[in-house]
């Protein structure tokens, strides 16, 4: 399924490139000293934290060493392991550089800072996961945060993905969770992928949209088996997780697997930082947002577009005093989200009457994408109900008041345009909560 991919002549226009080999079934970690002495890999360097060093980092190393292959390794002691400045410079100064390659044996956060150490050392780099839990094993982009702002940094797009099903189907059950959630959100992303392409004109490319639809199908579809632990549903999970993060190096753009969904998630990280209020697993969270951004889907499908009132609401906006409401409830990453304004510009009435004309001519098929990308909340509601993933703020221990302000407040949060954008741009987003 995952074999090398080259397309020259997309309808899209770009050419198409995932060369990662991708490794799975039972017994799969079985296969590293192979997969590294085909890469003439003499010496490597394993990343993990305690967790995952137990769970796979030490099989891994005897295997490596048992073949020859020099090994050394920094294991993170930390209960909680956040991808930030701190241990991002703990792996840099510890790695040594005279190893071949960097094998990182995690999920998430150890993928991650992993796929770092890679990229500034110019080594290739090696994934064991450990757990269907996020869609970052195939990226070439890492999740961080970086002075109190989540980002997405340039890294490294690993050579070789390994998934031992053996180890997979063993991971904690919100792991799992967190996975599917994450997949759940590619209803949005492409639902709004769509929709800016009809608005700005931005890229699009249906054949990698239908890629990660199909990933997505056959993940619901098995959904039923994932707190079992069926291999089935866990490969499921992980082989649209792997996808969803090839998607986006095959189009260039994170389009393919991210949308407002994340946003709302990249928000409430960012308050944990600021204000220690609780925060869950990245895929959980996306989940929420996805029912979340559902809900205001259905919603937007019941607006008729108001010129008047749009251009008398995008005239009225006062910048700076939003600025200093964003700055309260995000907290200190909110100076690069203001400063993003700067280049971007979306507030400007000239580009938002611009973008108004293109919504108003375009409402229609805006509404067709709606109704084809996206399931209605009561369908997602009983998915959600059937898995155990959250329905309310409540659930992963949030306020239900800060949810109108989270949802202002990401379409700050990248230059992309996304749902509250949308809603910003019809003047009705102080009417949805």
């Not at 890999?41 to 295997?63: H, Q």
């Not at 839990?133 to 340039?154: C, F, H, P, V, W």
Request: charged letters at 30%; aromatic letters at 8%.
């Amino acid at each position: 399924m995952f074999e090398a991919v080259k397309r020259t002549e997309c309808a899209c226009g770009k050419e198409h490139i995932f060369d990662s080999e991708v490794v799975m079934g039972e017994g799969a970690l079985a296969r590293l000293p192979e997969l590294l002495k085909k890469r003439n890999i003499k010496s490597a360097f394993i990343i993990a934290d305690k967790n995952t060093y137990a769970v796979a980092g030490e099989r891994a190393e005897s295997l490596i060493a048992e073949h020859g292959i020099e090994v050394k390794k920094y294991v993170f002691d930390k209960d909680e392991l956040e991808p930030n400045e701190e241990n991002v410079g703990l792996a840099v100064m510890y790695f040594d550089p005279t190893c071949d390659a960097v094998i990182g044996v995690g999920s998430g956060v150890i993928n991650d800072i992993s796929k770092i150490v890679a990229n500034v050392s110019d080594k290739p780099y090696i994934i064991v996961g450990t757990a269907p839990s996020m869609d970052g094993y195939a990226s070439s982009s890492s999740s961080m945060t970086r002075e109190g702002l989540k980002i997405s940094l340039n890294s490294k797009c690993p050579e070789v993905i390994i998934g031992d099903t053996e180890i997979l189907c063993k991971a904690p059950l919100k792991m799992m969770r967190s996975g599917l959630g994450d997949m759940l959100a590619k209803y949005i992303s492409i639902c709004e992928w769509r929709i800016s392409g009809l608005i700005n004109e931005e890229y699009y490319c249906e054949e990698i949209a239908g890629l990660v639809r199909a990933s997505l199908k056959k993940c619901v579809d098995n959904a039923d088996g994932l707190l079992k632990r069926d291999k089935t549903a866990v490969e499921a999970v992980f082989e649209g997780l792997i996808l969803s993060g090839a998607a986006m190096n095959l189009a260039g753009v994170s389009r393919p697997a991210s949308g407002v969904e994340h946003y709302l998630s990249h928000v409430w990280d960012m308050r944990a930082i600021s204000f220690s209020t609780p925060f869950d697993f990245h895929g959980i969270q996306c989940a929420l947002g996805t029912l979340i951004s559902l809900g205001i889907y259905e919603k937007i499908k019941s607006v008729i577009p108001d010129r008047e009132k749009a251009l008398r609401y995008a005239e009225s906006f006062d910048f700076s005093e939003w600025s200093e409401r964003l700055r309260g409830f995000v907290g200190k990453g909110a100076e690069t989200m203001i400063a993003l304004e700067a280049k971007e510009g979306k507030y400007d009435v000239i580009k938002h009457r611009a973008r108004l004309e293109r919504i108003i001519e375009k409402w229609d098929d805006i509404l067709q994408i709606i109704d084809e990308e996206l399931p209605t909340l009561d369908e997602a509601l009983m998915l959600f109900d059937k898995v155990g993933l959250p329905k309310t703020m409540e659930d992963i221990g949030l306020e239900e008041s800060i949810l109108p302000m989270t949802f202002k407040a990401s379409k700050d949060m990248r230059d992309k345009y996304v749902l509250p954008r949308l809603c910003w741009d019809l003047g009705i987003i102080d009417e949805l909560f």
